[in-house]
């Protein structure tokens, strides 16, 4: 079973529509999750982190994390052109070796159709 | 300069070359990591310094060999490389590496990496 997997896609989605990226981990252990952001060529960026089950907000992105299924999500509200990249979620392993690790996904590509 | 440099951004070397890889942090960091990209795979972790001392190896060969004067220098040593490794190698640093300050890393632009 892989560590933290993601629908490769891509994914379309229209200009101003939501679009809603999954991630689902293995270490039920788990206990941070990022998701970055990586433009083709360029290196991942943070987009931003969650730690505790339920929603956060940051702008027009919303992290959404439900330990007990071990899935986290992403929501990126108002999709723009410019939001069209891949987005890689990552897991912190949470206990034994090597626990704070970040075991990454192979991230799920994103295109926003303007 | 800011945030995490690396050079070269593109390397092109032979199976039997000895070259280097750096990186620079300028954000006041104690840990610093290799990752490597390969396509279609996830980034994989291949080691981590925290405070100059290496706190992970995952495994990688020996032809990869690291190398942290100080926290805002990592280099990667590469000699006698296999064309399978041929990916971006990728540089990141973090505040420290334990706990969750560990897991906001930030990436450099990484080394595009052909062994030919």
């Known amino acids: 079973q892989k560590e933290v997997e993601q629908n490769s896609g891509p994914l379309s989605v229209p200009e101003g529509a939501i679009a809603s990226l999954n991630c689902t981990y293995s270490?039920?252990?788990?206990?941070?999750f990022f998701w970055y952001r990586q433009y083709s060529g360029k290196s991942p960026e943070l987009i931003m982190f969650?730690?505790?089950?339920g929603d956060k907000e940051d702008g027009r992105f919303t992290a959404q994390l439900n330990k007990a299924s071990q899935y986290v999500s992403l929501l990126i509200r108002d999709s723009q052109p410019s939001d069209s990249a891949t987005y890689l979620c990552?897991?912190?392993?949470?206990?034994?070796?090597?626990?704070?690790?970040?075991?990454f996904g192979k991230g799920t590509k994103l295109s926003v159709i303007p | 300069e800011t945030g995490v440099t690396q050079t070269p951004r593109h390397l092109v070397m032979g199976m039997t070359n000895k070259k280097s890889l750096k990186c620079e942090q300028h954000?006041?960091?104690?840990?610093m990591y290799w990752y490597k990209q390969s396509a279609k795979k996830p980034l994989e972790l291949m080691f981590v310094?925290?405070?100059?001392?290496?706190?992970e190896n995952n495994s990688v060969p020996s032809r990869f060999s690291p190398e942290c004067p100080n926290s805002s220098h990592l280099f990667l040593h590469l000699h006698t490389l296999q064309p399978e490794d041929s990916a971006l190698y990728l540089c990141?640093?973090?505040?420290?590496?334990?706990?969750?300050?560990?897991?906001?890393?930030?990436f450099g632009p990484g080394t595009r990496l052909t062994v030919l």
């Open positions: 954000l006041g960091h104690n840990a």
């Open positions: 310094y925290n405070f100059k001392e290496q706190t």
């Open positions: 990552a897991v912190n392993k949470g206990s034994g070796a090597g626990s704070y690790q970040l075991t």
């Open positions: 990141a640093s973090s505040q420290d590496y334990g706990g969750r300050a560990s897991n906001t890393q930030y």
């Open positions: 270490d039920r252990g788990s206990q941070s």
């Open positions: 969650i730690y505790s089950n």
